[in-house]
């Protein structure tokens, strides 16, 4: 079985500040692990996916997230807020070789305060 | 290029109303899938395909049903709407399986609600 947990349901920031969104994940095999973002009345759209390869990945919109097999964790991060960056982010892990076997967190939404 | 596209937008039903929510992709995606979204439990798979012709049950099947009698088509139906299946619906296509090229498309969702 896997899981996910993301904590906080609402983050602000300030913007210009860094935005730090956690995830923590549950996985009896090696993970793929993925954060998707969502912006209002629109579909997901993929910011990057870890698969075993660099433990660092990098995304779209400049964010990026590392993984961390220790602390179970593959939390998101961007050094400096953008007004553009309000929206809400999965974070979501599969056993590697099906997105039928994605299991996605509740999600977090991101508020940008100018 | 649009990418997955889906019908209608938003849809308002009566309980015990039977309908069918279309998704299409143009990517010559093997693999769709039908999800539902509802507040504080993020996306549940609810059906998904892995090549036209073929359907298998998600997390969340029951009182859904699908068909994929088309490569590019992906076709979720309500036979007797009931008010638990008000949510929002995306449905999704990938290439094939999760890998480090493969990247799963969603679309921009149908809000259903069932009075």
């Known amino acids: 079985a896997q899981s996910v947990t993301q904590l906080g349901s609402h983050v602000s920031v300030s913007e210009g500040a860094l935005v730090l969104l956690r995830c923590n994940y549950s996985s009896s095999v090696p993970p793929y692990l993925f954060w998707y973002v969502q912006y209002p009345n629109q579909g997901l759209q993929l910011l990057l996916k870890?698969?075993?390869?660099?433990?660092l990945v990098k995304g779209i919109n400049g964010f990026e997230a590392e993984f961390k097999k220790s602390e179970t964790s593959f939390h998101l991060t961007k050094p400096s807020a953008h007004m553009s960056d309000a929206a809400e982010y999965f974070c979501a892990v599969s056993p590697s070789g099906g997105y039928q076997k994605v299991t996605f967190g509740i999600g977090t939404k991101l508020q940008v305060i100018p | 290029n649009a990418g997955v596209t889906q019908t209608p937008k938003f849809r308002v039903l009566k309980t015990g109303q039977s309908m069918t929510l279309l998704c299409a992709q143009d990517m010559n995606h093997e693999y769709m899938y039908w999800y539902r979204q509802d507040p504080g439990m993020g996306l549940r798979l609810i059906h998904y395909s892995v090549g036209e012709g073929t359907t298998a049950k998600g997390e969340v099947p029951d009182g859904y049903n699908v068909s994929r009698l088309k490569k590019q088509n992906f076709l979720l139906g309500l036979e007797s709407a009931a008010p638990s299946q008000t949510s929002v619906y995306f449905c999704?296509?990938?290439?094939?399986?999760?890998?480090?090229?493969?990247?799963?498309?969603f679309g921009p969702g149908t809000r259903l609600t069932v009075l």
């Open positions: 870890y698969t075993s390869a660099a433990t």
């Open positions: 999704a296509s990938s290439l094939g399986l999760a890998s480090s090229t493969d990247t799963q498309y």
